[in-house]
T-cell receptor, first 113, second 113 residues
Framework: DAGITQSPRHKVTETGTPVTLRCHQT?????MYWYRQDPGHGLRLIHY???????DKGEVSDGYSVSRSKTEDFLLTLESATSSQTSVYFC????????????FGNGTRLTVT | GDSVTQMEGPVTLSEEAFLTINCTYT??????LFWYVQYPGEGLQLLLK?????DKGSNKGFEATYRKETTSFHLEKGSVQVSDSAVYFC????????????FGAGTRLFVKA
């Protein structure tokens, strides 16, 4: 199994508070992704990274920011959490070839009250 | 833009029944195609992939063939088991030079004993 760890696994926070989710990989993969999964919406891409300090927006990036200061870590920050950001968040990594599959972490369940 | 459409669920089958989950894609290039499976409480994991037209991906009794002429990548299994109960996602990409994988909405499969 690809070495990818998300932390925390569960978090409950209040509206308006900042939250940071961490994704850590031991595979030295270039590409890292943050998705959210909600009933009826499938998987939606929030942000992705194609190298250290190289990031770009996905389809649902509003209210989220990311940082990647080293290859192994990709942080997702909710600057001021809202109830609409209650979701399950998945990090994924991918190798450099076009046919490389995504490898997913086990997810972070975030509840914003 | 590129898209993936898969049959809506849930799909409910009896053990040992034949499974087909339909998937069609639209793409500007020739992306690799993937099937991922998600078990409860876990992240998605790769089930199988195909990288070019007429390739057949297979794993754990599941098969899918990359059909360029019908832009399809249907998932099949000859005899399902209760342990196959999960959500199945069809996905394409990224295209050469791109970064993003396009996911279908997912199909939930229930297998009854």
């Amino acid at each position: 199994d690809a070495g990818i760890t998300q932390s925390p696994r569960h978090k409950v926070t209040e509206t308006g508070t900042p939250v940071t989710l961490r994704c850590h990989q031991t595979e030295n993969h270039r590409y890292m992704y943050w998705y959210r999964q909600d009933p009826g919406h499938g998987l939606r891409l929030i942000h992705y990274s194609y190298g250290v300090k190289d990031t770009d927006k996905g389809e649902v990036s509003d209210g989220y920011s990311v940082s990647r200061s080293k290859t192994e870590d990709f942080l997702l920050t909710l600057e001021s959490a809202t109830s609409s950001q209650t979701s399950v968040y998945f990090c994924a990594i991918r190798g450099g070839f076009a046919d490389s599959p995504l490898h997913f972490g086990n997810g972070t369940r975030l509840t914003v009250t | 833009g590129d898209s993936v459409t898969q049959m809506e669920g849930p799909v409910t089958l009896s053990e040992e029944a034949f499974l087909t989950i339909n998937c069609t894609y639209t793409a500007t290039g020739y992306p690799s195609l993937f099937w991922y499976v998600q078990y409860p409480g876990e992240g998605l994991q790769l089930l199988l992939k195909a990288t070019k037209a007429d390739d057949k991906g297979s794993n754990k009794g599941f098969e899918a063939t990359y059909r360029k002429e019908t832009t399809s990548f249907h998932l099949e299994k000859g005899s399902v088991q209760v342990s196959d109960s999960a959500v199945y996602f069809c996905a394409s990409g990224p295209n050469t030079g791109g970064f993003k994988t396009i996911f279908g909405a997912g199909t939930r499969l229930f297998v009854k004993a």
